[in-house]
């Protein structure tokens, strides 16, 4: 396929996922039977980040263009991909990277997310036979010329183990979290919301951990955070919910919450599911780059820094753990 042709299946593939087609209905459904993470409205919001910010014909042909992409890959290479799961689709950035590029893609799915990537797949089969050629599904991806590799710091290990010897992209845990100036009006909260709380705060560019000044009023925050009271209709949640403030009661530990979220103060930027940390600051200066050194930070958000509201809408340039995906596909 040339370059021109994929970008036109990719821009199909947008459409179809926005549609209310009967088979995909049915497939996000299966995909929430089987995880229950993965709630509708946040296979929706996954859904509909993908369309609108990465499969759309101006933003693909842009894309391409700046990294030179040619009309023909004529020395195609293998590219092994491990998949996460930890929210829908978490692994579509990838597959989309070797696809643009003409190179074929070996896709390990994770079994947590395992419905909704093989569905797209098997649509852009249907609507070109080839794409066969080009993409596939494996348990075990040996002989791969790269490997493009996604898992927790501990899996991260074994990937190096046994994909060190080829090009390779391996990427360890990461969070984002908030730098707040306590002038944040209401909405901009509810938007801070947003990136804290949708995908029930499992995603890398979830916000797990906010700065705020020495005499921050924490009131308007836990209201704010309110937006999302119905998630403790989801038993997972609440599980997690009861069982840390519960850990934090027992150790007497100080705390605030919502019946919601639990705020508790804590340096580490990775918090566990229906809590978020937080942590004073004095000098801005000191803490950018303090967190620029952070290599456990995916992103920041606050003012100065990405809007927030914005950390759940990654652009095609918005690169996972900050490595050019497509740059590494073009110098292979």
Known sequence: MTLQERITLLCQLGEYILSANAEWESTKERAYRENQWFIPEFIQQAVENIAHQMLNQRALEEWSAEYSIPAENDRPKNIG????????????????????????????????????????????????????????????????????ATGSNNSSRYFDYYFGKYPNIIRKNRTSVAVLNGKETKEELEALADDAMLFFGLGCRNITQVFVPEDYDFIPLLNALKKYDYLMEYHKYKHNFDYHLALLIMGGKYYMNNDTVILTQNDSPFSPVSQIHYAHYSNKEQLNENLKQNEQIQCIVGEGYIPLGKAQCPSLTDYADGVDTLAFLMEL
Not at 103 to 130: C, F, G, N, P, R
Request: overall charge negative.
């Open 81 to 148: 991909i491990v998949m996460a799961g930890n929210i829908p689709l978490v692994g579509f950035h990838d597959f989309l990277s070797v696809f643009i590029t003409g190179h074929h893609a070996v896709i390990k799915a994770s079994s947590k997310d395992e419905v909704l990537i093989k569905h797209l797949i098997k649509k852009l089969y249907e609507w070109e036979i080839t794409v066969q050629n080009q993409v596939s599904f494996a348990e075990r991806l040996n002989n791969c010329d790269a490997y493009i």
